[in-house]
């Protein structure tokens, strides 16, 4: 069962983040912060009340997926998360 998910190119995905900042008006660093931040909201629901006792690891690459993990990393330290970036 489950939902299935189409997968997009690393080309594909650039032409989609030039058209949500050309239609919508994020920049890239605006598009990071509020992909981290969600990112972030969605691990502390997913840990509920025990996320506190949790250790989360952010595997981290270096384009712009990379820069949305690092601020969900962020995000989770300023709750209290013990959190490790790779």
């Given amino acids: 069962n489950g939902v299935k998910v189409p997968s997009i190119t690393t080309a594909q995905m650039y032409d989609v983040d030039i058209m949500a900042m050309e239609k919508t008006g994020p920049d890239l660093l605006q598009m990071m912060e509020n992909a981290g931040r969600n990112m972030a909201e969605l691990v502390l629901t997913c840990l509920g009340e025990e996320y506190l006792k949790k250790t989360v690891l952010v595997a981290a690459g270096s384009g712009g997926n990379g820069g949305g993990g690092i601020c969900a990393a ?13």
Wanted: charged share 15%; glycine share 8%.
């Fill in 74 to 86: 962020r995000h989770l330290a300023n709750h209290g998360v013990d959190v490790t970036v790779v």
